[in-house]
C-alpha cells in the first residue's frame, strides 16, 4: 500500500480538477471529484469509499472537516452520496454526511448535515448547527441551532457575502499554491 494522502479505494482515484489547493495533511480516498478551484485546507478527511463525494467548482472545505457518505442497501438502493455544489463555503471542522448541497452556501464552523439533506441555493447555516436526516433547507433563509430552525431570510449584504467568501477562498488558495 502506497501512503499517500489522496489515494484509491478499489481502484478508484479521486479526480481533482484544474488548479485545485490540497493541504498535504488532508486525506481524500477513493470515488471523490473535485472542481475547478477546489480547496481543501489542513485536517480534512474525505472518504469516498462506499458511495461517491462530488464537490463543485470554487468551493472550499475548512479544517478538520470530515465528509463521508452511506452505502446502497436494499432500504435504501442509491444510498447517500455526498454532492457539494459551486461556491460552497463549509466553515472548520463540519460533518457532511451524504447530504445535498446546492450553490453558494455557507455552513457555518462545527455544523452537522446529516444523510438525506437537502440544501437549497444560497442558504446560510450558523455555527454549531445540527440538521437532522433528510430535511430541506429552503432558499435564501438563515437557518441556525440544534435541531435547525428556520431564523428569517438572508439580508442582502449576508446574500451577498455567501459568493464573496467562494472568491476569498479562491484566493487565498492562489496564494498558497503560488507559495
Ligand atoms: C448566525 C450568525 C450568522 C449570526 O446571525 P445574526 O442574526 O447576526 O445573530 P445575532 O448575532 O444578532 O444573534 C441573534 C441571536 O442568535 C443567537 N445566535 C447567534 N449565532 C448563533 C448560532 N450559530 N447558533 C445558535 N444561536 C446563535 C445569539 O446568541 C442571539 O440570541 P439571543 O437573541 O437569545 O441573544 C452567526 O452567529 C454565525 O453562526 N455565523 C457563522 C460564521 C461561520 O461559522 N463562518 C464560517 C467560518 S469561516
Redesign the pocket.
Known amino acids: 500500500m502506497s501512503i499517500t494522502n489522496v489515494r484509491p479505494y478499489k481502484g478508484i482515484y479521486p479526480s481533482l480538477g484544474s488548479d485545485i489547493y490540497i493541504d498535504n495533511s488532508a486525506v481524500l480516498v477513493g470515488d471523490i471529484t473535485l472542481s475547478d478551484d477546489v480547496s481543501i485546507w489542513p485536517l480534512v478527511a474525505a472518504r469516498g469509499d462506499v458511495n461517491t463525494i462530488t464537490i463543485g467548482a470554487r468551493t472550499n472545505i475548512?479544517d478538520g472537516s470530515v465528509l463521508h457518505v452511506t452505502r446502497k442497501s436494499s432500504s435504501n438502493p442509491q444510498g447517500n452520496p455526498l454532492i457539494i455544489g459551486d461556491d460552497v463555503?463549509v466553515?472548520?471542522k463540519c460533518m457532511l454526511h451524504g447530504c445535498q448541497l446546492g450553490n453558494r452556501i455557507?455552513v457555518?464552523?462545527g455544523a452537522i448535515i446529516m444523510d438525506g439533506v437537502i440544501v437549497e441555493d444560497d442558504v446560510?447555516i450558523?455555527?454549531?448547527?445540527l440538521v437532522p436526516p433528510n430535511k430541506t433547507l429552503v432558499s435564501g433563509y438563515?437557518y441556525?441551532?440544534n435541531p435547525v430552525k428556520q431564523?428569517r431570510p438572508l439580508k442582502e449584504s449576508e446574500a451577498a457575502f455567501l459568493k464573496q467568501s467562494a472568491i476569498n477562498y479562491v484566493e487565498l488558495k492562489n496564494d498558497y499554491l503560488s507559495e
Not at 450558523?126 to 448547527?129: L, P, Q, V, Y
Open positions: 475548512q463555503t466553515g472548520h455557507l457555518g464552523m446560510f450558523g455555527a454549531g448547527s438563515l441556525v441551532g431564523v
